[in-house]
């Protein structure tokens, strides 16, 4: 039996808990340290979960720690992650791959000069409901897919984030930072974007109403509502609404139509939510059974998965070059507002495998079901 991956976390904020409590369910990876810039908050995710704790460079220099996780800001990922490649670690980091077109490319080289694999979030389309959906696309349950919509809207995050200014700076804003759920699923769906359109606009200054800042006044630098169109190499155009500025809303989060029916997609940054599926035959929408097991809340499943790779030498799903792609069509939406024109997106990628219906134990991943 293959030997776990020992993994490292840098960055013990808000979302390092999901990875600390189901990394414990993986039998192909172990977190055994945490680091971070603030000493203490090292030391209570440590005390929380377990863990060893060690300074920044004292964790790269370790020579157990063959993966690390990067949980810091968005305006640090791409750093932060240099450090940890260059220190001759895997790297998987939380999304946004990056702020810009460079600073990603420059990862994914230095990641393939180095024989090293990087990984970024959103792994929520490796969970039940988003593979479900995946797999009525890819036994044309609803023919050939033609159109559809996806819709991310709220009034933003200050109702209840203890410290929500960091989404209104460079590196914010619905599009990066709900934006990697929504394309992720869709083009682990109907694979990579061909091209983009889109219109913005901006909000003035937010007040923040959660405990931990309430009455503090937020400065906004990014657009805080995008509305879109892309248009898939496979075919289809989807219309897309990123929003800060929606208080109230009952548009379906996507919803894919082909030339023999009809799917609604549930919640890409969830692993489970209702698949149903309409027939052209057939009147109204009927939920649909999932195949795999992953539909709780598997968070880290992407590193799971990656770390698999690892012991089983098969290409894992959540990779850098799924996540540049992302970032590349994130970008083109805001290039192509502020150049109103439609733009080509530059890169591409290969579709992820498909989920086996098993959980990770010996090479199940590598399996496609």
């Not at 039996?1 to 490292?8: A, D, L, N, Q, R």
């Not at 039998?27 to 945490?34: F, G, P, S």
């Not at 799924?322 to 579709?351: G, I, N, P, W």
Request: a negative charge.
């Amino acid at each position: 039996m293959s030997s776990k991956i020992k993994v490292g976390v840098i960055g013990c904020g808000n979302v390092s808990d999901d990875y600390f409590n189901h990394a414990r369910d993986y039998k192909a990876m172990e977190i055994v340290v945490c680091a971070d810039l603030l000493e203490t908050s090292a030391q209570t995710k440590a005390e929380q979960h377990q863990l060893k704790t060690m300074s920044v460079p004292e964790l790269l220099a370790d020579d157990d720690i063959a993966l690390v996780i990067n949980l810091t800001t968005p305006q640090t990922h791409a750093t932060v992650n240099k450090q940890i490649l260059e220190s001759g670690k895997h790297a998987y980091c939380e999304k946004p791959f990056g702020l810009n077109r460079e600073e990603a490319g420059e990862i994914l080289e230095l990641a393939e000069n180095n024989g090293l694999l990087v990984g970024c979030a959103p792994d929520t389309f490796l969970g039940g409901g988003q593979q479900m959906s995946r797999r009525v696309i890819d036994e044309n349950w609803i023919g050939q897919p033609v159109a559809g919509t996806a819709f991310m809207m709220c009034g933003g995050h200050e109702s209840w984030h203890p410290n929500a200014g960091f989404y209104y700076l460079k590196g914010g804003g619905p599009v990066l930072d709900m934006g990697p759920y929504y394309f992720t699923a869709l083009v682990n769906m109907l694979g990579p974007v061909e091209s983009v359109s889109a219109m913005v606009s901006r909000s003035g200054e937010r007040i923040a109403t959660s405990d931990a800042m309430k009455g503090q006044i937020l400065r906004v630098e990014v657009n805080t509502h995008v509305t879109g169109l892309l248009k898939f190499k496979s075919g289809p155009i989807i219309t897309c609404a990123m929003s800060f500025d929606v208080f109230c809303h009952e548009c379906p989060h996507i919803q894919i139509h082909g030339t023999e029916g009809s799917m609604t997609v549930p919640d890409p940054n969830t692993f489970q939510g209702p698949v149903k599926l309409a027939k052209s035959n057939k009147e109204g929408f009927e939920e649909l059974p999932y195949y795999t097991v992953y539909h709780n809340n598997w968070r880290s499943l992407g590193v799971a998965d990656m770390a698999e790779s690892l012991n089983e030498d098969y290409p894992h799903r959540a990779s850098g070059e799924l996540a540049y792609h992302v970032l590349d069509v994130m970008l083109s939406l805001e290039e192509s507002a502020e150049q109103k024109k439609e733009l080509e997106v530059k890169s591409t990628c290969k579709r992820p495998l498909a989920m086996p219906a098993s959980k990770l134990t010996g090479s199940s991943l590598t399996t496609k079901v």
